[in-house]
């Protein structure tokens, strides 16, 4: 038997009393994927990326073992609802437009010590001291996010995400005297997010040129990088001498990240459930430890099942790369002129004829915490066995974007 085909007999063991649609994470896995991770942070704390994970006790779990420290966040009343719940160290890693969550965030003294927000414009500034109203008298800790985006041709060629519009060091440094020269506000950290590095697979499946291509741009990126990411942090210093951290990487590019002296944390996150998305990468194998399942309701023909639901694509540029994989049995694929639906699923291949009305089909989702959005609870597999049941945030109530 296959490894593949021995981790379905156990799931559906796990399983066998529970009705499909069902999300599970293999604690196996898991647990291996983030000791993972600490190998190849190689002595640098891992901040869990929270969008990545989306459930508390996960979050717990992760959080308790060695090499971890802290949370990065989403959404501004996320990182409050986590602070409440005893978070201490939440970095909120996108700037917010959220008044009512400042205005709670600079009235309390709790909240403010836990919460660091992040900043790339004097214009989010002004939105906060806004915010403020008459009580918010705490002091606001601050990080800036610095571009890392690879610029090149005299900056008419760009690649990386569209963030931050600070890219020169000296840019970054300005805006630190700004927020030094407020009052209410302290710069603790920076953050740069490699997303050209850490989130894009070097070695995609039957693309030998463009997986060549994608690894020369990304030693070109880490290099140019590594060089403007020390310059910015010296000059922020330099305003800010008592900066905290300096926050960088992904789960793609951890143990490059780490290298860098500049960089004193690791952000990370899918690494811990390892979606479809991150199989195609050759610093790093991890093991699939999030997983749903999808009841056979049809037997259309030969060779062919229907199962319920399945259509649950994720963000990102539209394309079949953000579509959930069937993954077990193997051997099945999507019909091409239905693809996953809302309500029903075709699914074609020769393992269809195995599979019996009320069998559980097993889908790996594109990326990470996305799936929980469509869940409200994850049930966690050691072995062949549920040995606990856990809400993701949708189940506690929280569907924060």
Known sequence: MSERAADRARYDRATDRLDAPLALVDLAAFDANAADLVRRAAGKPIRVASKSVRCRALLERVLARDGFAGVMSFTLAESLW???????????????????????????????????????????????????????????????????????????????????????????????????????????????????????????????????????????????????????????????????????????????????????????????????LFDNYTSFRGRPAALFALPVVRRPGVGVVTVLGGGYPASGAAGKDRLPVPYLPEGLRYDPQEGPGEVQTPLLGTAADDLRIGDKVWFRHAKAGELCERFDRLHLVEGDRVTATVPTYRGEGKTFL
Do not use: W
């Open 82 to 276: 986590l602070a409440r719940a005893g978070f201490t160290d939440v970095l909120l890693a996108y700037p917010s437009a959220d008044r009512g969550g400042y205005a709670e965030l600079t009235a309390d003294p709790k909240l403010a010590g836990a919460v660091t927000v992040m900043v790339d414009d004097e214009a989010q500034l002004d939105l906060i001291d806004a915010a403020r109203g008459g009580t918010g008298t705490e002091t606001v800790r601050v990080c800036l996010e610095l571009d890392t985006s690879l610029r090149a041709l005299g900056g008419r060629l760009r690649i990386g995400a569209l963030r931050s519009p600070l890219h020169a060091p000296e840019r970054l440094a300005r805006l630190a005297r700004a927020v030094t020269a407020r009052r209410g506000f302290t710069v603790v950290g920076i953050m740069g997010y490699e997303g050209h590095v850490a989130g894009v697979g070097d070695a995609v499946a039957g693309r030998p040129a463009r997986s060549l291509a994608i690894r020369l741009m990304q030693a070109a990126a880490r290099r140019e990088l590594a060089a403007r990411r020390a310059e910015a942090v010296a000059a922020v210093r330099a305003v800010a001498p008592d900066l905290e951290f300096v926050n960088g990487g992904g789960t793609g590019s951890v143990q490059h990240t780490a290298a860098e002296d500049a960089v004193t944390e690791i952000a990370a996150g899918s690494g811990l459930y390892v979606p479809r």
